[in-house]
């Protein structure tokens, strides 16, 4: 007799929900990214008929940046302040709440009053007999806090329909790190490939106890927080159509196309607070080493593998990630500089030798020796004029390219680190999101996969162009051993295959 299947899963990276909805003032909030909350409950709903049968052997999984934290600036009341027993600063007015567990479960309350057909529906599908696993990304990092995660598992019982204070506690699982199905499947958010989002400790991501205010402990937020929350923040709410910025590394493609004067009026007024959240005094952190948080993580790595988790694989993807980029000041200047420095020097470059060669051009035409009538001097202007406009735009498109590259940087980098974990845990199947954008290739010499999910957020992308909302509303489907790259289709209620194009035998996005 075979042992029953296990369970298939529905993954959903980087839903981003933020404040969502405000019923009194009857709009969305300026820094809202998501807006589908009646379309995710109508797949929820269908997924949980499709299983009615029996609820086990279906499983969600939000695989981080579910719930966006950074993106909640609004602040309570006094009144509101003196009964949550917290006090709000001025610079927690202007920028939002500082990520303490009091402030973070303020936040949590935000997001599920702003999104509640979102919350419902979840809370639905787990009273049914569903499970729900979380990992943490970079945008909700609260969810390290226990009051955090003790008043989301509140918040489900109090819906109608929803699931009974042992229901939420036996069916809702937190990972603090990935999720594993040993010889099956390997899921991880994915931002501790990236430099800007990388986290020094992430199984005790706090700033050292010293620099707690109030005694509450604080997140230390990796550079790309800091920087969402001190700059990209008010520029959102400037204008709440701008494109997701989900890095550091695209900053520069993101001041490329947005209005110049709004960026340097934000940037006299907040860049300041972004700098200074960066010193070593500050409350904030920057993910720098120290020896009691390099001690505290040794001993939470020996007392995993004491235990039943599989600690040895703690210790192998902390040494993947990539070093976060704000542990030092002197990384932290070349990675802001040297993109502008390179582009300053392009630009000089460019025009130095354009303004050279049009002088030599004048010299020449202006020779009555070697240029005679006015036909060939007007013919040679016009000429030189054509491959001028030409080669500025070939020098234009490859800057844009170079630019765009710096986002296949991270996705390449998810690739390798993915290839590396399916060869070390033999696992089928490595899925991740973080990127925004969708991907499937083959990896381990093609006996695992590694797939990102996507996002629901809207992504300035291509395939727009082809298949409207081809990669929006995206998720994993996993049966047995094989995933699938999917979309809901809201209007024709229905499950859809993601479009895909095969690039390469082993690649396809």
């Known amino acids: 007799m075979t042992g029953k299947p296990p369970a298939d899963l529905v993954v959903f990276s980087d839903l981003h929900l933020g404040e969502g909805y405000h019923q009194r003032l009857g709009r969305f909030s300026p820094m809202e990214d998501f807006f589908h909350d009646e379309a995710f409950a109508r797949l929820i709903d269908l997924l949980q008929k499709r299983y009615g049968d029996d609820p086990s052997r279906l499983a969600l999984v939000f695989n981080g940046d579910s719930f966006d934290f950074l993106s909640v600036t609004s602040v309570p009341g006094a009144d509101t302040c003196r009964n949550l027993g917290f006090v709000v600063s001025d610079t927690e007015r202007k920028f939002g709440l500082n990520p303490s567990p009091s402030k973070s479960v303020y936040k949590l309350d935000t997001i599920i009053a702003g999104h509640r057909p979102f919350f419902q529906a979840v809370a639905r ?30 918040h489900l019982t109090r819906f109608d329909g929803g699931p009974s204070p042992d229901e939420a506690q036996n069916r809702v699982r937190f990972h603090q790190w990935f999720y594993l199905e040993p010889g099956r499947l390997y899921i991880e958010h994915g931002n501790q490939y990236e430099a800007s989002n990388s986290i020094r400790y992430p199984l005790r991501p706090l700033v050292p106890e010293r620099k707690w205010e109030n005694r509450e402990p604080l997140l230390d937020y990796p550079l790309g927080s800091m920087f969402v929350r001190y700059y990209y923040n008010r520029i959102h ?70 235990s039943t988790e599989p600690g040895d694989l703690y210790r192998f993807v902390n040494k993947l990630k990539v070093h976060p980029l704000a542990a030092s000041k002197l990384a932290l200047a070349k990675g802001m500089i040297n993109p502008v420095m390179k582009r300053v020097l392009w630009t000089g470059g460019v025009a130095f030798v354009v303004l050279y060669a049009w002088i030599l051009i004048f010299n020449v035409i202006q020779d009555e020796w070697l240029v005679e009538s006015v036909f060939a001097r007007a013919f040679f202007l016009l000429f030189f004029t054509l491959v001028t406009l030409v080669g500025l735009l070939w020098i234009g498109n490859h800057l844009a390219r170079r630019l765009r590259r710096q986002t296949d940087v991270t996705m390449e980098t998810c690739a390798q680190r993915a290839d590396q974990i399916a060869r070390h845990t033999g696992v089928k199947l490595v899925l991740m999101g973080h990127t925004h954008v969708v991907d499937i290739r083959k990896i381990a010499d093609g006996r695992a996969t590694y797939v990102n999910s996507g996002t629901w957020v809207s992504v300035d992308n291509p395939w727009n162009r082809l298949v409207p909302d081809a990669r929006r509303l995206t998720f994993l489907y996993v049966r047995k051993d094989e995933v699938q790259v999917c979309r809901w289709n809201d209007n024709a209620v229905r499950i859809d295959p993601v479009p895909l194009f095969n690039l390469t035998d082993d690649q396809a996005r």
């Open 237 to 306: 709410h400037l204008n709440p159509y701008t494109p997701k910025v989900i890095s550091f590394e695209q900053y520069l493609e993101f001041i490329r196309r947005y209005n110049l004067l709004d960026l340097l009026r934000v940037a006299r007024d907040h860049y300041p607070f972004f700098m200074a959240a960066l010193r070593p005094q500050a409350p904030r952190g920057s993910s720098r080493p120290t020896s009691r948080g390099n001690a505290q993580q040794e001993a939470d790595f020996t007392k995993l593998e004491n």
């Open 125 to 154: 599908f787990i009273a049914s007999g569903h499970r729900l696993e979380i990992l943490r990304g970079n945008h909700d990092v609260e969810l390290f806090f226990q009051d955090v995660r003790t008043r989301f598992l509140e």
